[in-house]
C-alpha cells in the first residue's frame, strides 16, 4: 500500500524525471538547478520562473521556457 501512495504522489508532484530531460538543460544549468534546489521535472514545473533566474544567475526568460517546457513534459 505504501507503494502506491509514493506513486500516487509522485504523479501529484508532476514528473520525477531530472531536469536535463528538458530542452535546454544541460549539466551545467542542471547543476545550477540542483544547488538552488530543483532536481525533477516536477519541481521545475512548480516553481517560480524569477525566483529562480535570480537564484541561479540566468535571465527570467530562459527559466520561463524551461518551466514551460516542464510543465508540458510533466
Do not use: F, K, Q
Not at 504522489?9 to 514528473?15: E, F, P
Not at 520525477?16 to 521545475?44: D, H, K, N, Q, S
Request: aromatic share 4%; hydrophobic share 40%.
Amino acid at each position: 500500500e505504501a507503494a502506491e501512495t509514493d506513486d500516487a504522489d509522485a504523479a501529484a508532484d508532476g514528473s520525477t524525471e531530472p531536469v536535463e530531460t528538458v530542452t535546454g538543460i544541460g549539466p551545467a544549468y542542471g547543476g545550477r538547478l540542483a544547488e538552488y534546489g530543483i532536481e525533477t521535472v516536477g519541481e521545475l514545473a512548480a516553481a517560480d520562473a524569477a525566483d529562480v533566474a535570480e537564484g541561479i544567475d540566468v535571465s527570467e526568460s530562459r527559466v520561463s521556457d524551461w518551466v514551460e517546457r516542464a510543465n508540458d513534459a510533466s
